[in-house]
């Protein structure tokens, strides 16, 4: 009976392999062309949608890039204005100056007729430009534009908003010598609106004069706008690719076809094109009123984007008629090399057919004759499978470095352990070890010998067990042992002891020395929880707490230590919200000019109140905003209100007072920080002069050729610089000659000690003269008594701040303290803060 059934088996294998290879290439070869024609079709769908996607992306993009192109000048009308202004003033000084230098045995009478000769005909901007000379005490010397001004006072005119010009210009004039002023006068050509005019004007000291200029933002604004017309007149992407520039009432002022300000009123299209730029920016699909190349209609899609302060809309775009033109290209292409593919398949497929029906009739020979050998081999491999399965088996449940229990087995070897101790009503300890600075081992003698010292180790950890007890490697250099029934939390701190004492020993390790210690986080079973996941997280928790402490010691899982955790957590949590909820606020802290003993500026500073967390430390919550991107909003929060705040000071007082910011290098690093800032600087009018950054020598260590750049430009743009914290870093003094550093900051820690300690007294001493050769300001922080303000005096240090003259005070408190500029040396007694 055998015997029968392996005949009728030899004979199965004889026929069904030839049989099973000329169906499956029916089926194959049905199946591939079935696909062929399926993958031609979305071939051709999905070449059709990625390049419309694709032209319509790259027209996109070239209105973006012309837009960003557009907005970078248009934010920068008014620097340039005060600029060209400011430059002009200063030619007509010189000529001023030249003209009485060369004429000073002559009257006043006859010098200002010289000059007034010399500076009367001068135009400049397209004529719209021209001097006026003015006596302090308001008495016009010279007006081009209107002579019948000439030797009368104009002390009282106003503009249309009530300023008096004259007067502030005079003003300024006499606190500073020279100054920009705005007033606003109406246009009568253009419809009686009020227009922001800018001047800038020059003391004349030999004659008390001013000499002066102005012009309407507005009008350097439209220069602007011409300046951009032209050069976008100029612009093409290629015969049929073109911008076009239309303002809101439907004239072209930049098209291929259309002149600038032709009037397209009435054309459908031109109003559907302004409505997508009312709305933003968007595509739109219309036909063209003619196509370049071919000179007639044409379909088209365009992106365009409004500029809502222009009202113009910017745009362009791509023929359909080109996109299809490539496209029938391309499918037929396409076809062509799809069919002649198809072709070599089926081709390839009878040869293949032939060729594996030959080769299956000489193997089913083969095989019957092998078939006899197989059944016995057969037995043999199941015995090797059953070995593999095992040796797989072991390693899904251990780490192949160490051959320690990995993350699967030791959840399960921690239940197990919570269960036997739960049954004997004793603890059970999970340990989560953590080598200290395995990083600079690997560092410093390669990775191999790091895993050869983690290998020594895992060995080491596995003899040290007792029979119940486990050890598993967690990943990278932490382990985590598992020791039940313990009596008591003694038991575990001798468990503790025991791992220790391992690291107390130099490893060995291909014949170097090495010396590791490692730190560890404990928690108890039933104290800290009854999960495995549970006992886990809390060692981890202490582990961390333990490392951040002191490397090399160990910590066991407490309350105090979860309170601490769910504290971290609320206050990121409410740091979220704290801008909005006006949660901050920024007090100042008067800096004081040594010399004169008066208020020179001050330094702002953020505080934070929440209704749970009550008065919150910067030196806490700065770090957290840093560490969950909250840094930029509240750094741009401070930067705002300080500014708003010093505006309002300097209006209410005899100087400028200098505001002092710190900035966050998280905050610096912002691509877009130095054009938020000058905005800012903008809306309020305040002169950038007045604004000096802090920073601190952390950002210039993590990437020095990267801040290098961003600190010359906010110098170019007029703000000062300031290295806070000086001589506590390792390479402050090359800081100076490199960077475009305006001023030095002594850290507290030296001022603290310096009347007490030779060493810090040699090093603010130090630091001062360096301020001093390298023409630098120096300012003292922290100073908190009267003995240590006399001696910075006598080391002739610049500016000094500290609760001996005042605490942070609210803007309130500030105007009220100091409305005369007067330093208050009431705090004499020291007053422990962080500031």
Known sequence: MTKSVNFKILRLVKILPPSIVILFAVLVNIIVINNNKTKLTNDIKTLRQDFIATEKELVRSQVKQLVQQITYEKSNTKSLLKSNIKSRVEQAHRIATTIYEANKDKSEAQVTRLISNALRSIRFNQGRGYYFIYKTNGLNVMHPTLPNFEGTSKWDIQDERDNYIIRDIANVIKTKGEGFTRWWFVKPQDNNQEFEKIGFSKHFAPYDWFIGTGEYVVDVENDIKQRLLKRISQMNYGTNRYIFVIDYQGNYLSHYTKSPQENNH??????????????????????????????????????????QNWEWAVGSGVYISEIERYLTAREKGISLQNKKDLTEILWLSLFATFFFVTLSLVLANYLARRFALYETQIKTD????????????????????????????????????????????????????DLDDFKKI????????????????????????????????????????????????????????????????????????????????????PDDG?????????????????????????????????????????????????????????????????????IYGVEALVRWHNAKLGHVSPVEFIQVAEDIGLINEIGRFVIERSLHDIVQFNHHSAIQLQLSINISPKQLMEPDFLNQLINITDDVDLDNSLITLEIT??????????????????????????????????????????????????????????????????????????????????????????????????????????????????????ISRYPLNQVSHGAESAVTETE
């Open 266 to 307: 009435q054309s459908l299209t031109t109003k559907r094109i302004i409505d997508v730029a009312k709305q933003g920016e968007n595509y739109l699909h219309y036909t063209s009123s003619v196509m370049p190349s071919s000179s007639k209609p044409a379909d088209k899609i365009s992106y365009i984007v409004g500029l």
């Open 697 to 814: 020598e952390n950002v210039l260590i993590n990437d020095l050729a990267k801040v290098q750049p961003i600190l010359q430009s906010i110098r170019r743009c007029g703000f000062k610089l300031s290295l806070d914290d000086f001589g506590t870093g390792y390479s402050s003094l090359s800081y100076l000659s490199n960077l475009p550093i305006n001023e030095i900051k002594i850290d507290r820690s030296f001022i603290d000690k310096f009347l007490t300690n030779d060493q810090s007294e040699s090093l603010v001493k130090t630091i001062i003269a360096i301020g001093q050769l390298s023409d630098l300001t120096v300012i003292a922080e922290g100073v908190e008594t009267k003995e240590q303000y006399e001696r910075l005096r006598h080391y002739r240090c610049d500016l000094v701040q500290g609760y001996y003259f005042d605490r942070p005070l609210a803007l309130t408190d500030l």
């Open 530 to 598: 009854e999960k495995s996941e549970q006992l886990i997280s809390k060692a981890d928790i202490v582990l961390y707490k333990s490392k951040s402490s002191q490397k090399g010691n160990f910590l066991f899982f407490n309350e105090s230590i979860n309170t601490q955790v769910q504290r971290d957590l609320l206050l990121e949590s409410e740091l979220h919200s704290a801008v909005a909820n006006n949660e901050l606020n920024v007090l100042y802290q008067p800096q004081i000019n040594v010399a004169t003993g008066q």
């Open 382 to 433: 199941f015995s090797k499978l059953n070995q593999v399965k095992e040796q797989l088996q072991h390693q899904a449940l251990h780490d192949s470095l160490t051959q320690l229990p990995n993350r699967a087995l030791l959840d399960i070897q921690i239940e197990k352990g919570i269960n036997l101790s739960k049954k004997k009503n004793k603890k059970l300890a999970v340990m989560f070890v």
């Open 442 to 525: 690997n560092d410093m003698y390669g990775h191999s010998i790091g895993d050869s010292l983690l290998a020594t180790l895992g060995n080491i950890f596995h003899n040290i067990l007792s029979p119940k007890d486990s050890v598993a490697r967690f990943g990278g250099d932490e382990f985590i042992f598992c020791f039940p029934e313990l009596d008591s939390q003694v038991d575990a701190e001798q468990k503790v002891e025991n791992i220790q004492a391992i690291f107390k020993q130099n490893f060995i390790i291909n014949g170097k020395s090495i010396h590791s210690s490692c730190s560890i986080g404990v928690a108890m079973y």
